[in-house]
């Protein structure tokens, strides 16, 4: 159900995109010194030193790495503008790429780099005010109840009670027993522990 959903991780490979400024990255293309006079005879080595340049301005900016991210339906904050910030991101992450992959220009790469970056920062300061201002809203809602209070609060800091697991493999007729002798052992440890002697 929903607390296996919450449970479940993906490992995943990108790179932190938004981490890179404007200045940053016009700042490596110009000092990488592509002059007209050095470029290659033919348009497929200029693609080339093109597409190895970048990369490299790409890795030093912005190296790949690994994260672990979590897979769950999305929030009930999540709201229309929130997925249309989405749908937006990505459709500008899918013309970056595809620009990257076949673009001569570094003009035009550098516009694409540029409208991915704003739309990720957009997105971001979108979740988190409409977050905010979903949980700022319960709170008001729950006022006074203080049982309330406490499972938006857990809601908000990840902390909900998730269904215990109960073992399936346990033999019905040796379960009784264990039972027994667990309650007796519950029993006895705070009898022999009291001062008989006092």
């Given at each position: 159900?929903?607390?296996?959903?919450?449970?479940?991780?993906?490992?995943?490979?990108?790179?932190?995109?938004?981490?890179?400024?404007?200045?940053?990255?016009?700042?490596?293309?110009?000092?990488?010194?592509?002059?007209?006079?050095?470029?290659?005879?033919?348009?497929?080595?200029?693609?080339?030193?093109?597409?190895?340049?970048?990369?490299?301005?790409?890795?030093?900016?912005?190296?790949?790495?690994?994260?672990?991210?979590?897979?769950?339906?999305?929030?009930?904050?999540?709201?229309?503008?929130?997925?249309?910030?989405?749908?937006?991101?990505?459709?500008?992450?899918?013309k970056y790429r595809?620009?990257?992959?076949?673009?001569?220009?570094?003009?035009?790469?550098?516009?694409?780099?540029?409208?991915?970056?704003?739309?990720?920062?957009?997105?971001?300061?979108l979740f988190y005010?409409?977050?905010?201002?979903?949980?700022?809203?319960?709170?008001?809602?729950?006022?006074?109840?203080?049982?309330?209070?406490?499972?938006?609060?857990?809601?908000?800091?990840?902390?909900?009670?998730?269904?215990?697991e109960l073992p399936?493999?346990?033999?019905?007729?040796?379960?009784?027993?264990?039972?027994?002798?667990?309650?007796?052992?519950?029993?006895?440890?705070?009898?022999?522990?009291?001062?008989?002697?006092?």
């Amino acid at each position: 159900g929903s607390a296996n959903r919450r449970r479940m991780t993906k490992t995943v490979v990108g790179r932190p995109i938004r981490k890179i400024t404007a200045e940053a990255l016009t700042s490596m293309i110009q000092q990488a010194n592509l002059d007209e006079s050095t470029l290659p005879e033919t348009i497929e080595g200029c693609v080339e030193l093109y597409e190895t340049t970048l990369k490299n301005i790409l890795n030093e900016l912005a190296p790949l790495e690994e994260r672990v991210i979590k897979l769950s339906s999305k929030p009930p904050w999540f709201t229309q503008d929130c997925y249309d910030a989405l749908r937006s991101r990505r459709k500008a992450e899918r013309k970056y790429r595809r620009i990257l992959k076949k673009s001569v220009s570094f003009h035009e790469i550098h516009a694409a780099m540029i409208e991915y970056v704003t739309e990720i920062r957009y997105a971001k300061a979108l979740f988190y005010r409409t977050r905010s201002e979903y949980f700022r809203r319960r709170l008001q809602e729950v006022e006074g109840n203080t049982s309330a209070t406490y499972q938006v609060l857990n809601h908000l800091l990840g902390k909900e009670k998730t269904p215990r697991e109960l073992p399936t493999n346990v033999d019905p007729e040796k379960l009784p027993e264990m039972f027994k002798e667990y309650f007796t052992t519950k029993i006895e440890t705070p009898v022999l522990c009291v001062d008989t002697t006092a």
